[in-house]
Every structure is written in structure tokens, then in C-alpha cells.
């Protein structure tokens, strides 16, 4: 590998929001994004917007549940440079009373969340254990740190990536691979979050709702992504200012 790599950026659930403000943050500063959501078609307006950025966006359909998917997925990352970033953004929230919750609910909402969080940072890890370094990063939501009325099989997927995330951080921090999770203790301001909250509560209830960007979420995750060696955060909670906490 020369000595000036191109720096990679691959995203494992790259959706219209908090994936598309990743990618659009690290384009920004010169890594070639790689980019990867079930119908990958959909990336197209992102790519050309990138492209008109002058970076360089390589869409591609992804189910992150199939282990010979994502291999090749990263795989190909990592052909095209350093793979300096992995990102995983699935997310899988639904909400169903435990009575109601079917086995396939919850076993799908866990391969989503978590099996496939192990897919692609298993095979990240791989590549940046024989390149001598780079990122793994899991976004989290509040879920990972608490169950809520109607989140059993969602906060059981969440509570098992930061299980994941935590276990890879203490193994692969002294090979110089910076694992950490992001906690998203707020919702996220998305088309259908406003839609939900007009819905519910009218038109002026989303100008005082909090809400997190996704441009600040992957403001985030850059600041996380160059801090020095001697300072790694491990876990970052992220909330609006008037966010209660969760509570």
C-alpha cells in the first residue's frame, strides 16, 4: 500500500438520514465511501450528490444478515484503499406488547440489530487487524441502555450490540482498531418522525419536540473517528439540549 492511501468509509445501513450524513461528513474531508442498504438504487441521489461534491460514493445492495454479503461487502472496501471507518447503522425499532411480539418479530428485529453488527464488525476487524489500525463504530439508541413497555425484542438487539461493541473495544484497542457506540438518547429528525409528530400532537408540536440532526450525529462521529490515541472514548451519549434523558 503506498504511503498516502485512499481512506475508506464503508457504512453498513446507509438510509436517507443519519447513514447519508456519515457519508456526506467523510466525503467531505476526502474518504471514498462505501455504502450499503437493502436496494441499493436507493443510494443514487446520494452518490451524485457526492459525486458533485467531487468525492466518491460506491453504492451497493446489502443484506447485512447474510455473512457471505458482508464479507464481500468490506471485502471490496478495503480493495479500494485503507479502510479507515466501518460504520454499522442498522437500526430494527418496533414496538409490540410482549404478548404480541411473534417469534419471527423477534427474531428478525435481533438479526437486524445485532447479527448482523457482528457480521460487519467481525469482518472490519479482519481487515484493520492485519493493516495495523482503523475505526468500528455502532450506533446505539437509548434502547441499548434500558427496555421500555413494548421494546422486549428491540432493546434485546441493542442491549447485545453494545455487548458486542464493549467486548470487541477491550480486544482490539491494543492492536490500534478504535471500537466505540454511540448512544442516541433522543429521536432522530427524519420525514417520518415530523410526520408521527403532527400526527399526534399537530403542526407546531415538532417546532418544540427535540430532535437530533443527523448532520450532528455524524458531526459525532467524526470527532470520535481523530481523537488521539491517549484519549478513546469508548461509549458517546448524544441528546438536544432539552432532551430529558430519557427519563
Request: proline share 3%; net charge negative.
Amino acid at each position: 500500500m503506498s504511503e498516502n492511501p485512499t481512506k475508506v468509509c464503508a457504512i453498513v445501513g446507509a438510509g436517507d438520514y443519519i447513514g447519508a450524513a456519515i457519508a456526506r461528513r467523510f466525503a467531505k474531508e476526502g474518504y471514498t465511501i462505501v455504502a450499503g442498504r437493502r436496494g441499493g438504487d436507493k443510494l443514487k441521489p446520494l452518490q451524485q450528490e457526492i459525486e458533485a461534491m467531487g468525492g466518491t460514493l460506491v453504492a451497493k445492495s446489502l443484506d447485512a444478515r447474510s455473512e457471505e454479503e458482508v464479507d464481500a461487502f468490506v471485502a471490496e472496501a478495503a480493495a479500494l484503499g485503507e479502510l479507515s471507518m466501518l460504520v454499522f447503522n442498522i437500526g430494527g425499532n418496533v414496538n409490540f406488547p410482549i404478548a404480541e411480539t411473534t417469534e419471527r418479530v423477534f427474531r428478525k428485529v435481533w438479526m437486524m440489530a445485532c447479527y448482523s453488527g457482528f457480521l460487519a464488525g467481525r469482518a472490519a476487524a479482519r481487515v484493520m487487524l492485519e493493516q495495523g489500525s482503523g475505526s468500528i463504530f455502532f450506533t446505539g439508541a437509548t434502547a441499548s441502555m434500558r427496555g421500555g413497555p413494548g421494546y422486549g425484542a428491540f432493546a434485546s438487539a441493542k442491549f447485545g450490540l453494545r455487548g458486542l461493541a464493549q467486548s470487541m473495544a477491550r480486544e482490539l484497542g491494543q492492536s490500534n482498531i478504535h471500537v466505540a457506540h454511540l448512544v442516541i438518547d433522543s429521536a432522530v429528525d427524519t420525514e417520518w418522525v415530523r410526520q408521527i409528530i403532527t400526527e399526534r400532537a399537530g403542526e407546531d408540536a415538532y417546532a418544540t419536540t427535540p430532535l437530533v440532526k443527523p448532520e450532528s450525529i455524524a458531526e459525532a462521529y467524526w470527532t470520535l473517528h481523530n481523537q488521539p490515541k491517549d484519549c478513546w472514548t469508548f461509549e458517546m451519549d448524544v441528546r438536544p439540549h432539552n432532551e430529558s434523558f430519557g427519563g
